[in-house]
């Protein structure tokens, strides 16, 4: 993991889920994958939405051209921990398809215009992912 990402997830710990820097004000979760190939736990703060009971997170890698390592944990184990606020719980993600996607990127892009941009900067369609509650 990187420094960055070290940082605002003990931010994000010590501070019920609040942080500063780049991510002030947003809506932050601590997503916790199990590796496809280390079979290591591994978090990532990530943006999210809500949609009805489910938390919606995009897997945009800032536009990247390749899907963040993340994504590719999840799919391969789609059982992961969420850290909301002071909420921890288990959830099952799965990658949502069209229109639903569409639609669901869409109320992303009006909470955070950025993910227009990074839209724009790769040819790959970028994932929408649901994080549903289990248990």
Do not use: C
């Amino acid at each position: 993991m990187n420094d960055f990402n070290q940082k605002v997830i003990e931010e994000f710990r010590a501070n019920a889920g609040k942080v500063g820097g780049p991510f002030e004000g947003a809506d932050l979760l601590l997503l916790t994958t199990t590796g496809a190939k280390s079979g290591r736990r591994v978090t990532t703060p990530v943006m999210y939405l809500e949609d009805g009971d489910r938390l919606v997170v995009i897997a945009s890698k800032a536009g990247a051209d390749h899907h963040p390592a993340w994504f590719h944990n999840l799919r391969a184990n789609p059982g992961v921990t969420v850290e909301a606020g002071t909420d921890t719980f288990q959830a099952r993600a799965s990658v949502v398809d069209p229109p639903e996607r569409d639609r669901l990127y869409a109320r992303m892009v009006e909470k955070a215009p950025g993910f227009a941009e990074y839209e724009a900067k790769t040819s790959r369609v970028i994932p929408v992912v649901a994080l549903e509650r289990v248990g």
